[in-house]
């Protein structure tokens, strides 16, 4: 059965039967296939409340480590099978756009070759999306995110701040800050900071903050309390454990106005959690003394308790909710959404290593193995040299600008031999380093483009200082062309696809043109 695909590949698609591009493509889905489905069982989200923070982290290295082995072992026997028959070099009948066929399949392998992990995380991203839908997990991380204010951790104001007296700035200690129309305890739920999640970004993280802190002001019981019912809600949902009840918690916390004599609900049991002091940088000796009836302040015992590890010990609050736990799992449901690993940039960044691999490969088909290996030499040797001499002229811009003059006096070279039809020199050698230095010319010119604008325009000079401190004037063109990069790249992809169209072409009436 084989045989006979491999018969009729050759007598109706001979360019598919040379690349045996069928055949490895077929196999390179397979692999995707596997790797797609380890990923999908691997996006499972542990909702327990586990110190295990950093449970993707092997195996995702173990993926990216195995999948680079497999594609370079594939792309070895699949290179020693492409090179057994060279029908360019042979001088098959082939058609005026048979070369950038055959570049566009060597691309397709390289493209399937070189993305395993990314069907891997993709998978795992997908199964952690899957959970809920965008607008319930919103819902859910704003429940969680608010929840934040009214547990152990850390707080917004310091108790120091720098004020500028007498021509120098100097620290002064306090013990209160300003919120709203009035002053706070430095001790104050009013100073507890919010935690946030990736799916939001500042500005709403500040708004949810202000939100939590105004339900404080206005002595809105009812809203603080239905926030711990919907929090209890999401936590007995994935089964999590508590030793206090939504009730509990809000008598726990609740000091209305001053919001000073509360009790501090930690964020896990003791026999889960870790040092708050190492990992939060939270004072917790605001918390962990009280004033009793006398006016002295003792120790909290009825409200913390003490844990020894390795003969150290640890303070940590009796009282607790399940707060870690879902801010973990939460959390990676929430990259999933808003970051996902495989995005435009990951995309991009395999896609410019699968071209310059088809590149590499298409280049040495045309050419040879000793023009191949004549042209990596020299072109290394001048990007050394070239190298040096930026560095003597001490200029960021000498190394992009004779990368640019390179290229284009190659393609002038190939021209004038192209015209001239007597003998090819050493276009066998220039047209590799041409084929190798273009995908790049576009990103180094704009990369040149934006030094100019910013040397003319005086980008570099443009700070000034003032009350707010150091700012930079507006360059409309520059924050532009900053902002639009990753555009620039997609746009280089489509000049690299029309250069290949028009060069394949050339280089065909170039096979024409005797040796010497």
Same mark, same amino acid.
């Given at each position: 059965?084989?045989?006979?695909?491999?018969?009729?590949?050759?007598?109706?698609?001979?360019?598919?039967?040379?690349?045996?591009?069928?055949?490895?493509?077929?196999?390179?889905?397979?692999?995707?296939?596997?790797?797609?489905?380890?990923?999908?069982?691997?996006?499972?989200? +542990?909702?327990?409340?586990?110190?295990?923070?950093?449970?993707?982290?092997?195996?995702?290295?173990?993926?990216?480590?195995?999948?680079?082995?497999?594609?370079?072992?594939?792309? /070895?026997?699949?290179?020693?099978?492409?090179?057994?028959?060279? %029908?360019?070099?042979?001088?098959?009948?082939?058609?005026?756009?048979?070369?950038?066929?055959?570049? @566009?399949?060597?691309?397709?392998?390289?493209?399937?070759?070189?993305?395993?992990? %990314?069907?891997?995380?993709?998978?795992? *991203? @997908?199964? =952690?999306?899957?959970?809920?839908?965008?607008?319930?997990?919103? !819902?859910?991380?704003?429940?969680?995110?608010?929840?934040?204010?009214? &547990?152990?951790?850390?707080?917004?104001?310091?108790?120091?701040?720098?004020?500028?007296?007498?021509?120098?700035?100097?620290?002064?200690?306090? +013990?209160?800050?300003?919120?709203?129309?009035?002053?706070?305890?430095?001790?104050?739920?009013?100073?507890?900071?919010?935690?946030?999640?990736?799916?939001?970004?500042? %500005?709403?993280?500040? @708004?949810?903050?202000? !939100?939590?802190?105004?339900?404080?002001?206005?002595?809105?019981? $009812?809203?603080?309390?239905?926030?711990?019912?919907?929090?209890? !809600?999401?936590?007995?949902?994935?089964?999590?454990?508590?030793?206090?009840?939504?009730?509990?918690?809000?008598?726990?916390?609740?000091?209305?106005?001053?919001?000073?004599?509360?009790?501090?609900?930690?964020?896990?049991?003791?026999?889960?959690?870790?040092?708050?002091?190492?990992?939060?940088?939270?004072?917790?000796?605001?918390?962990?003394?009280? &004033?009793?009836?006398?006016?002295?302040?003792?120790? *909290?015992?009825?409200?913390?308790?003490?844990?020894? &590890? *390795?003969?150290?010990?640890?303070?940590?609050?009796?009282? #607790?909710?399940?707060? $870690?736990?879902?801010?973990?799992?939460?959390?990676?449901?929430?990259?999933? #959404?808003?970051?996902?690993?495989?995005?435009?940039?990951?995309?991009?960044?395999?896609?410019?290593?699968?071209?310059?691999?088809? @590149?590499?490969?298409?280049?040495?088909? /045309?050419?040879?193995?000793?023009?191949?290996?004549? =042209?990596?030499?020299?072109?290394?040797?001048?990007?050394?040299?070239?190298?040096?001499?930026?560095?003597?002229?001490?200029?960021?811009?000498?190394?992009?600008?004779?990368?640019?003059?390179?290229?284009?006096?190659?393609?002038?070279?190939?021209?004038?031999?192209?015209? =001239?039809?007597?003998?090819?020199?050493?276009?066998?050698?220039?047209?590799?380093?041409?084929?190798?230095?273009?995908?790049?010319?576009?990103?180094?010119?704009? %990369?040149?483009?934006?030094?100019?604008?910013?040397?003319?325009?005086?980008?570099?000079?443009?700070?000034?200082?003032? =009350? *707010?401190?150091?700012?930079?004037?507006?360059?409309?063109?520059?924050?532009?062309?900053?902002?639009? #990069?990753?555009?620039?790249?997609?746009?280089?992809? &489509?000049?690299?696809?029309?250069?290949?169209?028009?060069?394949?072409?050339?280089? !065909?009436?170039?096979?024409?043109?005797?040796?010497?």
């Amino acid at each position: 059965m084989f045989a006979n695909i491999q018969k009729k590949l050759l007598l109706t698609h001979p360019l598919l039967w040379n690349s045996k591009i069928a055949l490895f493509s077929l196999l390179t889905l397979i692999f995707h296939l596997i790797f797609f489905l380890l990923g999908y069982s691997k996006g499972e989200i +542990d909702f327990t409340d586990s110190n295990n923070f950093y449970d993707y982290g092997v195996d995702n290295t173990i993926i990216v480590f195995v999948s680079v082995l497999i594609s370079i072992l594939m792309f /070895i026997i699949w290179l020693v099978y492409y090179s057994r028959n060279n %029908a360019f070099k042979s001088f098959y009948p082939k058609g005026k756009f048979s070369l950038y066929k055959e570049w @566009l399949l060597i691309l397709s392998f390289c493209i399937l070759n070189s993305t395993y992990a %990314a069907s891997f995380f993709y998978a795992q *991203d @997908l199964k =952690a999306r899957n959970y809920f839908s965008e607008k319930e997990l919103s !819902k859910r991380l704003e429940i969680i995110s608010l929840s934040s204010l009214f &547990v152990e951790g850390p707080y917004r104001e310091s108790n120091f701040i720098t004020e500028y007296k007498e021509g120098k700035y100097v620290q002064i200690e306090r +013990d209160s800050f300003h919120y709203g129309s009035r002053n706070y305890s430095l001790k104050s739920l009013m100073n507890k900071q919010l935690q946030g999640f990736t799916y939001f970004n500042d %500005a709403k993280d500040s @708004l949810m903050e202000l !939100k939590g802190k105004r339900w404080l002001i206005e002595n809105k019981k $009812n809203s603080i309390q239905l926030l711990f019912k919907e929090f209890f !809600k999401i936590s007995k949902e994935h089964n999590l454990s508590s030793n206090i009840t939504p009730e509990k918690w809000f008598e726990l916390i609740y000091d209305y106005p001053e919001f000073t004599k509360y009790i501090n609900v930690g964020k896990t049991s003791k026999e889960t959690s870790q040092n708050y002091n190492y990992y939060e940088g939270v004072n917790v000796n605001y918390s962990d003394e009280v &004033v009793d009836e006398s006016g002295a302040t003792v120790l *909290d015992t009825l409200s913390k308790t003490i844990k020894v &590890v *390795d003969g150290q010990e640890y303070i940590y609050s009796k009282y #607790y909710v399940p707060f $870690n736990a879902l801010t973990k799992s939460y959390g990676k449901i929430s990259r999933a #959404y808003e970051n996902p690993v495989v995005n435009l940039e990951f995309i991009m960044s395999l896609f410019y290593l699968a071209i310059g691999l088809s @590149l590499c490969v298409f280049s040495f088909k /045309i050419t040879s193995g000793r023009n191949w290996l004549i =042209a990596f030499v020299t072109l290394g040797l001048f990007g050394i040299i070239s190298g040096i001499i930026s560095v003597v002229i001490s200029h960021s811009m000498t190394f992009p600008i004779i990368y640019i003059l390179l290229f284009l006096g190659l393609l002038f070279y190939f021209a004038i031999i192209l015209k =001239a039809k007597e003998s090819k020199g050493i276009t066998g050698i220039t047209i590799n380093q041409t084929l190798w230095l273009m995908p790049a010319i576009i990103p180094i010119s704009y %990369a040149v483009l934006l030094d100019i604008l910013k040397r003319t325009s005086g980008y570099y000079h443009s700070y000034t200082y003032g =009350a *707010d401190g150091m700012k930079r004037k507006q360059f409309p063109r520059i924050e532009w062309l900053e902002e639009h #990069y990753i555009h620039m790249f997609v746009l280089n992809i &489509v000049f690299i696809f029309l250069f290949m169209l028009l060069f394949s072409i050339y280089i !065909k009436k170039w096979k024409g043109i005797a040796e010497a």
